[in-house]
């Protein structure tokens, strides 16, 4: 394969269709479409080139032509909420990616916006109204090349001091096709290559690294030009694509706008998920 | 022709040849290719695409590989300095573009690193070491779709209160080749077209519009994703690069930190050309 | 008077009663306080210290404690509306203030989410479901000290070029007590003294000098360290506060935040007093 | 004591004296001095309020006038360098602090500008002209109330995953006085109790709880309220600061541009300090 994505709707399993190790099928609710694809064994994980689980992609209205989430926000939690284990513990929630980098921020971008509850958990327990709060521990690890420490080697960290029930993390993904740029969340079971979509693949952050299950959640932010080029032109036209060995990234112009509505999406998505027993206005008056 | 790009040197006139209304030569500094092109008349404007007047780029190592940028700003602030008014009254320094759009924010990030003296010069200009400074106003007009006001009146309305001698306005270029982004500095004595490399072409901003000398200055920062295909593919395969009507752009994906050096590249030589009296220095400490 | 304020109610005036010039009154919609200040006539502005001009405060549940700014955004929205002219042309919106200094960034932040329509009035004004869209421009001048042109100067210029029925400046103030900041909002009639409220001020920007009713409205962020120190300790107590001549500032620890927030509610405040004919949520969806 | 500081030398210990357990001297040079406090022992200990440790503070023109830090760079980096370690392993250099306030993000800005080489250490170890990089690890670990794990436990698990054999801490410091704000940089060998100068003492981070040997650096960037009015007016004068129980900072009104001065100071300190072998310019290209 020539071209790169993080999306398993992208790799094209026959809709609606059961075949060796992969099911597909799709539904719609109003504007919004949901895929479901499970790679099931082995032969499913050869076949899709997919880790074995759970992955559900969302198409959305375009972020930036609707500020109404609400149906997106409910639809997605719910999923979500299913995906949860059913004894929770705390969770822990981590926002991959680099924030001084546009269309690699939506990981710590939405990761500031979650309510961390484990430490008011343990010193307001008591207080009236708060009894119901799930806790959550929030972590932005940064990236390799501005730490010197393997992103797996921060999330074990904080694994260890929080021992959460489940563990998920956020990142930006890349697309095969640009239209689905800020247009789709993808939900999966199998945790996360972080960097894998953009050229830096590093330790897979999963159950079998970390010992809990992980949940990943994202947006695809960018094409790679490459992909975008062999798509178009052929393999050889691709290699344009990398002046000076540095690769180029195809977004939208919007594409900051894109990442604060998409941060505020998965934001809203996953408090809510988090804290079944609170509405988010309540959630948002709890983060001041 | 189907694509599209700020940077007179991508017209590819012949250079050495001085062709019917179009002169071009190159020069060498160790690193630095800096290129001239001359549209001399109606004949050359209609041969290269771009209004009368000196066009020259300058070819950097890359600005993300290279910090130390006194070799180009040297270069750089020499040749600006030339194309300056002998006679100088004060200067008026615009920056064009939406700063909350990465690469379309490089004029206002400039800008704002630029040291405003008109109003020192009325009040300090007594003070000891200050004599020599130039009068020099700033502006950070925003973007039509945010005003609601087009860029040009705006300016027009500094222009009436300043009376300035020159404006000189900075302004993030789109590029044919990705190879060229964050690598070249382009300064024009024709002044500019805001967004004509972006897409959205609004009224010219030169000497017929203001009524005193423009000098146009930016680095490019885009590459428009149809070019990019239309390049590689042929023009049908660019129509891929709008989905819903969205333009596409490539950058490299530290676009960035690509701005911040450029912003500190541009703001440094026209610190330089418009203060000669003073060192980068004494006007850095002037700044606070 | 030693203490710096930039709000009526901090000066006092007897509420519920009409002594020479100066009327109030103070009203109380559930946890929101309003307090009407009528400057009547020259007796009243040497009375109180402030311009001929109707003055309206609402104190306000903490920004920083309370989410849902619904009854907040109501409340002022309707006052707002009143102090509009009756026949409305463009409204143009004006950000004061340097957005690189925190608690000075509430103007441009304000007006960076005020949804422009001068354009688009004129290019899409038969666009179904547009049709009752009301133009408004916006600027954000910056201040002297980065741009070298008088505040006042530029909004003149922006004022010929858009003519409008009403200006509205939106700026961040100084308040005596430290309780009121982050949770006051004051609307006069009687436009602003840009930067009185902190040390530096300019000239008006008012009906007299722009020629068109000027309505200001802010939030107050700072209070002056010297008028902390002086309502503490007495005047002397106040030379404290400036070292190196440099004026200290006390600001809440989430000032940050509660910028933020203003700028939200400031901005739906505006929206939708401007637009009468469209909810929070269309305009919104409008401003992509 | 009423007041709060995080500054050894605010505690006014006898100059050039010693005194049971506490010894001071202070060097001036060209416009820096250098004060250098030893609290040796318990007594010192309890005469100081401060624990055993070398505390050397550089009192420095006003970061804000000066752009020139070379002097001051070179000074502290000389101090800082007689407290590494002399049998150097890989440092770990972490920023305190929420980036989201202000006064508060000197850590974190810090960090960002710190060249990590752990990473490329292990990779790159035989490129030439990269044999001598040291290595480094660089962690934000975020705040408490914005993670809900503790900041300490975070830095153990970096600790055991970087097996570090010093750790750098870097934060944002309360003074006494005003006139220190943003003009005065302390090292300390004892580490660091994060929050402790701004109400929410947590853990220290220290040898004993890290088990290695532990550096702070940091700048004084805000008073708090109720110390300046405790100085001026005495200790019930203090209450008034604390309105709605929350508490107000003093800043200079420049704050934001004094962390970003300081961050880069700190950054060429400690960065010139870990990779002896290399000048700033060179560290800088390699931080692209």
New interface residues.
Partial sequence: MSFRTDLAVELKPDIHKKTGGVSAFQEQYGEITVTTIEVENEIGERLLGKPKGTYISFALP?L?????SAPAQSIITARLKKLLPKQRGCALVVGLGNR?????ALGPNTA?KIL?????KEELGTVEGLEALQ??????P?V???????TL??I???V???KPSVVIVIDAFAAR???R?GNTVQIASSGICPGSG?GNSRKAVNQSSLGVPVISIGVPTV?D?AT??AD??GEQ?AE??K??G????????????IIHRAARLLARVLNTALQPAYSW?QI??L??
Avoid: C
């Avoid at 961390?116 to 008011?120: D, E, L, P, Q, V």
């Avoid at 806790?135 to 932005?140: D, F, G, H, I, R």
């Fill in positions: 375009p930036l032509e609707e500020s109404d001084a980098i546009t269309p690699d500031e961390a509850t484990r430490h008011i806790p959550v521990a929030v972590l932005s940064g390799l090349g501005k730490t010197g420490i393997e080697e921060l074990r960290g904080a260890k001091a929080v096709e640009s239209e740029l953009v094409v030009a975008l080029l178009a032109a036209a344009s694509a002046p000076f540095r690769e180029m990234f195809v977004t939208p112009r919007e594409i900051d706008l206005e948002q008056s983060m001041a």
